[in-house]
């Protein structure tokens, strides 16, 4: 077994890999740039080593200052974990002369696989069903687009080294294929220093359901089951599963032992896995082979009981696997949301800053037997940078069945709080109660679907605005309580606290009597429903259990104001709870309108303006491209969303603006 393994990553999976590696009694090592001194992965981690400036770059993904760190410290073997250097062939051929072990399968199936055109030409050629595409390499925009008619629209444009989104687009027309190919070249350079290209049939309607894979050195090879990871954004996948609702038994074998096939034909050891897209029919078609570990492998590790990162070390060192396919078993059901430093509420634009607060749930089984684990790299107080990937953490939920694991998950995400930037937790909690969701009919448009105008945020219905409503006089009167109660006051002229309430939210208004019982303390409506309530919240909790009619709700409380703000299952209001006199004033103050923006390009995102692409006095047409931000490794086109004329261009190409700064004013 390996004395001191290298982590060559950051972040989540670095923090993932030092944890298995140190049950194992394994030393560890970190690399870090600039912007990762104080990271999460760096304390966690035995020793660490500074590898460079911020961007990935300049250090990440540099082979020779990884090589540097390995001398320096002596590690013996390295853990590449996913992105960066992790498929990289020529980064796992110099760890083999430096007779450094390379935790990942052998060179040649890197080179293979992990090259999307070839693995495709293999796939082929080995009899593998596979999505109708143009595997060669495409030179420039002109011949994307004359490639992509061929094909037929809306086809998918990817870089050949690509992953995790990047480098990606889908084109419904000749426009579209030139701007996309060319934003995928530069995504796929500034990712991956490789920006070859191809193109591919978009399958509509399709679903992702993806295969794990785990081999040794001595030819055992077998699956672990299925992922499904149909529920994506930009590419980029979001929520995923394990098992897929979707696969019949004899579905899952015929994937399983496909994906077996195909890692056997290039001689692969380690954790990998075969990506498919799945139709209606349950017909499915090779998509890639990632050789790597995936973000979603947790998944997979609750419903079969391994640990992959210790399976991949085990491998590496030279051992067996300890297990054959009939002892892998799928108990259970897992499910994963990636919680992200992007905003919802701006089309999931990079959201970057400190963050303030941030108290994931408790991990472990529950009292209700299902299982919550979460993998980050952050903490609180730490910072979200902008050269890397947005993702914050992991949340898995684990449940004897898909029913019980979703309801754990919005569980979950009802008890984490993160404050201090943008974060995708209401879209995660919306999902969750889904009805569509909750039935598993799932594809890879189930986004764009459910979400035509974007995420707006949850609207309580009157069942859930009545809960709201209860916690918000159940939290007014402690707050109404404890300011009667404030010492030094003229004696016997101590403040009533009344009990009748007008509660706004939502655009709702109730009128409510508050009160205590033989029973409990109660709220009750103009209508005479009433409802119980008890707590455990007290003035200055930002998080606290309500037992609503005896049914506990986890609930984010913040004082705004003279507002109340509430935030569970994705509704995110301002209750305002006065009394009777002070709501019948309330309702005569006029309303304050937003500023008029209508005229002005803003940045949506912190980020760097690449490019302008007009000038004063030009006239631009709906559609057309105003500018290019990038942020996060990922270049966003900004497009005029009318016909005008450019008045002013407020900023040249290459200054980083915050959100909302201003780029251009129109007439």
């Given amino acids: 077994m390996f004395k001191k393994i290298l982590i060559a990553n950051r972040g989540e999976i670095a923090c993932r890999v030092i944890r298995t590696a140190k049950k194992l009694g394994i030393a560890t090592v970190a690399v870090y740039s600039d912007a990762d001194r104080d990271a999460m992965h760096v304390r966690?981690?035995?020793?660490?080593?500074?590898?460079g400036p911020s961007p990935s770059s300049q250090s990440y993904i540099v082979i020779d200052k990884i090589l540097e760190a390995i001398r320096k410290t002596g590690a013996d073997a390295v853990h590449p974990g996913y992105g960066f250097l992790s498929e990289n062939a020529a980064f796992a051929e110099a760890l083999e002369k430096e007779g450094v072990a390379f935790i990942g399968p052998p060179v040649k199936a890197i080179e293979a696989m992990g090259d999307k055109i070839t693995s495709k030409k293999l796939a082929a050629k080995a009899g593998v069903s596979t999505v109708p595409g143009h595997m060669g390499l495409i030179e420039d925009a002109d011949e994307a687009a004359r490639i992509a008619s061929s094909i037929g629209f809306p086809v998918m444009i990817k870089a050949s080294a690509g992953g995790g989104g990047k480098g990606m687009r889908i084109a419904w027309n000749e426009r579209e294929a030139r701007e996309g190919f060319q934003s995928s070249k530069n995504e796929a350079k500034s990712s991956f220093g490789d920006d070859r290209i191809f193109i591919e049939k978009f399958v509509t309607e399709p679903r992702h359901i993806e295969i794990q894979v785990l081999g040794d050195k001595h030819g055992n090879t077998l699956y672990?089951?299925?992922?499904?990871?149909?529920?994506?954004?930009?590419?980029?996948?979001?929520?995923?599963?394990?098992?897929?609702?979707?696969?019949?038994?004899?579905?899952?074998?015929?994937?399983?032992?496909?994906?077996?096939?195909?890692?056997?034909?290039?001689?692969?050891?380690?954790?990998?896995?075969?990506?498919?897209?799945?139709?209606?029919?349950?017909?499915?078609?090779?998509?890639?082979?990632?050789?790597?570990?995936?973000?979603?492998?947790?998944?997979?590790?609750?419903?079969?009981?391994?640990?992959?990162?210790?399976?991949?070390?085990?491998?590496?060192?030279?051992?067996?696997?300890?297990?054959?396919?009939?002892?892998?078993?799928?108990?259970?059901?897992?499910?994963?949301?990636?919680?992200?430093?992007?905003?919802?509420?701006?089309?999931?634009?990079?959201?970057?800053?400190?963050?303030?607060?941030?108290?994931?749930?408790?991990?472990?089984?529950?009292?209700?037997?299902?299982?919550?684990?979460?993998?980050?790299?952050?903490?609180?107080?730490?910072?979200?940078?902008?050269?890397?990937?947005?993702?914050?953490?992991?949340?898995?939920?684990?449940?004897?069945?898909?029913?019980?694991?979703?309801?754990?998950?919005?569980?979950?995400?009802?008890?984490?709080?993160?404050?201090?930037?943008?974060?995708?937790?209401?879209?995660?909690?919306?999902?969750?109660?889904?009805?569509?969701?909750?039935?598993?009919?799932?594809?890879?448009?189930?986004?764009?679907?459910?979400?035509?105008?974007?995420?707006?945020?949850?609207?309580?219905?009157?069942?859930?605005?009545?809960?709201?409503?209860?916690?918000?006089?159940?939290?007014?009167?402690?707050?109404?309580?404890?300011?009667?109660?404030?010492?030094?006051?003229?004696?016997?002229?101590?403040?009533?606290?009344?009990?009748?309430?007008?509660?706004?939210?939502?655009?709702?208004?109730?009128?409510?009597?508050?009160?205590?019982?033989?029973?409990?303390?109660?709220?009750?409506?103009?209508?005479?429903?009433?409802?119980?309530?008890?707590?455990?919240?007290?003035?200055?909790?930002?998080?606290?259990?309500?037992?609503?009619?005896?049914?506990?709700?986890?609930?984010?409380?913040?004082?705004?104001?003279?507002?109340?703000?509430?935030?569970?299952?994705?509704?995110?209001?301002?209750?305002?709870?006065?009394?009777?006199?002070?709501a019948e004033l309330a309702r005569l103050m006029p309303k304050k309108l937003p500023p008029d923006t209508s005229k002005m390009l803003l940045c949506p995102m912190p980020g760097v303006v690449t490019s302008i692409t007009v000038k004063a006095g030009d006239t631009v047409e709906a559609g057309q491209s105003l500018a290019v931000v990038e942020a996060m490794k990922m270049e966003n086109i900004l497009r005029a969303e009318k016909r005008a004329t450019v008045k002013r261009v407020a900023i040249a190409a290459g200054a980083s603006l915050a959100v909302d700064e201003l780029i251009m004013e129109f007439e």
């Fill in 44 to 51: 966690l981690a035995d020793e660490a080593v500074h590898i």
């Fill in 224 to 582: 672990l089951g299925e992922r499904e990871c149909s529920i994506q954004r930009r590419n980029q996948k979001v929520i995923e599963e394990a098992p897929s609702p979707f696969l019949d038994e004899t579905t899952r074998r015929a994937m399983g032992e496909q994906a077996v096939a195909l890692a056997k034909a290039v001689g692969y050891h380690s954790a990998g896995t075969v990506e498919f897209i799945v139709d209606a029919e349950r017909n499915f078609y090779f998509l890639e082979m990632n050789t790597r570990l995936q973000v979603e492998h947790p998944v997979t590790e609750l419903v079969t009981g391994l640990d992959l990162v210790e399976q991949m070390i085990r491998v590496a060192a030279g051992e067996k696997l300890s297990f054959t396919q009939d002892d892998v078993k799928l108990e259970g059901w897992a499910i994963e949301s990636r919680l992200y430093a992007e905003d919802p509420y701006r089309n999931f634009l990079p959201s970057i800053g400190r963050l303030t607060r941030y108290r994931p749930p408790e991990e472990g089984r529950q009292d209700d037997d299902t299982v919550i684990r979460n993998d980050t790299g952050v903490f609180e107080g730490g910072e979200i940078s902008m050269y890397y990937d947005p993702m914050i953490a992991k949340l898995c939920a684990w449940g004897p069945d898909r029913a019980q694991a979703v309801e754990a998950m919005a569980k979950a995400l009802d008890a984490f709080e993160v404050e201090g930037i943008g974060h995708n937790l209401p879209f995660l909690s919306a999902v969750m109660q889904q009805e569509r969701f909750r039935e598993g009919r799932l594809t890879t448009a189930y986004i764009a679907e459910e979400f035509t105008d974007g995420f707006q945020g949850v609207t309580p219905d009157e069942a859930a605005a009545m809960k709201l409503a209860a916690v918000a006089v159940t939290v007014n009167q402690a707050l109404q309580e404890r300011a009667s109660q404030i010492s030094g006051t003229i004696g016997n002229h101590r403040r009533i606290v009344g009990h009748d309430w007008v509660t706004s939210l939502a655009e709702r208004e109730f009128q409510m009597t508050s009160g205590v019982s033989a029973d409990g303390a109660y709220v009750r409506f103009a209508d005479e429903r009433a409802i119980s309530v008890a707590s455990d919240w007290v003035p200055g909790r930002t998080l606290a259990t309500f037992n609503i009619d005896n049914q506990p709700m986890t609930v984010k409380v913040d004082l705004v104001g003279t507002g109340i703000r509430l935030r569970w299952r994705g509704i995110d209001v301002v209750a305002r709870v006065r009394s009777p006199r002070v």
